[in-house]
């Protein structure tokens, strides 16, 4: 094997550098500014207590405000170099007279994007003073995607979707969703900000499943960009040579000469590296035990940071993989979302003061439940996904496990303690996204062409 590197004509990615100096920053500001800040959230009434804990001291809530402020003026500060090759990129007509394509549109969509995130930071800080109901929030991020729509909707968005194979004989191979599409894509929003908040209460869980997904979302960026030094490995093999070439093929068998898929793909990475940043910094603070919590306000943000690069990057299929541990957070959750089971203010699991161990905590029936809501608790008690309790001389439901995934985990795994806890969660967020991989990549191709 002969190594050979050699400078290919690749696109130059000066803006990626740039973007990664500049979460360094963002990182160490946020590593600094969480404990600097303390103080003032708790005289502001901003504070919280542990639950999870056996002393009762004050931690900082909303602290996620800083993290999407510092995170905010990142994506502001850095908008100059986003753009940096429209400063370079002149044309000369034959008369002499220079004029610049600036891609207009692609600022469009950055600024709005910016505005997106904006607004849901500020609905989420609101939200933290005010302890809006979870029912008046749901809309929030709806609200907060209409720039994102507006955008989508002057490039004449794609409102197309690709039918996999097995149903194309009956829709063809593109359907045109129209305003579906538009829904779809509020839903969208809705969703990941509410998946995020909604998976929480022990310390760590919401900036960690955030980390994990932007990290997630980052590698999956890569493999569309050109590296920067093509490799090429020529191989002497059974008296035939042959070059392999590392780099392209990495490019997950797309062509990186799409320049338009690797704008996409590098306008998601401007805006997923400064999150990652920020969560690193941020769960430095909030890892067991927390000495900040992150409130709506961090859910909020980085819910809408995935929503909008999802969507104007064209993936968001690909990026509700990495949401798999929400999407089952949800739907188990349904059942209490929307009434059928009592939901109490806090679904966190039980703390035991004696032994330090989290164990399900347990929703009760005041009223013996409805036809439905036991038909829905004793499939999900089938499936092993709760525990429940019942009359022994009437059969009826008198209480059941919390229908949250942490329940779930200490349903299957026995009780533990809440960093425990913390890591079995980030191992199946991590897990999850192992799997949307092995999906995207290796079990697309079997219901999608090409
Ligand atoms: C969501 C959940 C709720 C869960 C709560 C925990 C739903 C419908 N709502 O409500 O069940 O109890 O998040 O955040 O599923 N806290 C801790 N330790 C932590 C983080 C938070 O004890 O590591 C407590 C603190 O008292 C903190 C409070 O939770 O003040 C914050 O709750 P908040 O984020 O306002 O709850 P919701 O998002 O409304
Ligand atoms: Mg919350």
Redesign the pocket.
């Known amino acids: 094997f002969i190594l050979r590197p050699f400078l290919d004509p690749v696109p130059p990615l000066p803006g990626l550098y740039t973007s990664f100096g500049f979460s360094i920053l963002a990182f160490l500001a946020v590593l600094y500014l969480v404990p600097a800040v303390k103080s003032n959230f708790v005289k502001a009434n901003l504070y ?5 804990k056996i002393y009762d001291d004050l ?1 900082p ?1 909303s602290q996620g405000v800083v993290c999407a402020a510092v995170y905010i003026l990142t994506l502001v500060c850095f908008i100059p170099f986003a753009f940096s090759d429209a400063f370079v990129s002149t044309k000369t007509k034959p008369e002499g007279i220079s004029i610049n394509e600036f891609p207009l549109y692609r600022l469009s969509v950055y600024l709005s994007s910016i505005l997106s995130i904006l607004i849901a930071a500020i609905l989420g800080f609101l ?2 003073v005010f ?1 809006i109901r ?1 029912r008046h929030k749901l809309p929030i991020p709806i609200i907060a995607s209409i720039p994102l729509l507006m955008v989508y909707f002057a490039e004449r968005g794609n409102t197309n979707v690709v039918v996999p194979l097995p149903l194309r004989f009956m829709l063809g191979s593109l359907v045109n969703l129209g305003p579906l599409y538009y829904v779809y894509i509020s839903l969208l929003s809705t969703f990941s900000t509410n998946g995020i ?2 998976l ?7 900036v960690g499943q955030a980390l994990i997904i932007a990290l997630s979302v980052i590698v999956n960026d890569l493999l569309y960009l050109p590296f920067p030094i093509d490799f090429r490995i020529p191989v002497h093999l059974l008296g035939s040579q042959m070059e392999v070439e590392v780099g392209g093929v990495w490019s997950a068998g797309m062509s990186y000469g799409s320049r338009e898929l690797v704008e996409r793909h590098l306008f998601s990475l401007y805006f997923m590296m400064p999150l990652v940043a920020v969560c690193l910094g941020f769960i430095y603070h ?1 890892w067991y035990p ?1 000495r900040a ?4 306000t961090l ?1 909020y943000f980085t819910g809408m940071t995935f929503a909008v690069v999802g969507i104007q990057a064209h993936y968001s299929k690909t990026l509700l993989l990495f949401f798999l541990p929400q999407v089952f957070n949800f739907l188990l ?1 349904c059942p ?2 929307f009434g059928l089971v009592p ?6 699991p039980r703390f035991d003061r004696d032994t330090n161990l989290l164990h399900p905590s347990k929703a009760k029936f005041i009223t013996p439940p409805s036809g439905l809501t036991t038909f829905v608790i004793r499939v999900f008690s089938a499936l092993g996904l709760v525990k429940m309790t019942t009359d022994p001389k009437t059969g009826s439901i008198l209480e059941v496990t ?1 229908l ?1 995934i942490l329940n779930f985990f200490l349903v299957r795994l026995g009780p533990m303690t809440e960093k425990r806890l913390v890591q079995v969660l980030m191992c199946s967020q991590f897990a999850g996204s192992i799997l949307a991989f092995v999906v995207r990549y290796g079990l697309a191709s079997i219901v999608y062409d090409g």
């Open positions: 919280g207590k542990d639950l999870l931690i809530e939200d933290d302890d979870w908040n909604i929480a209460g022990i310390n760590a869980s919401e909030n927390a919590f992150p409130g709506d859910c959750s209490q979302l939901c109490p203010r806090h679904r966190i919390n949250t």
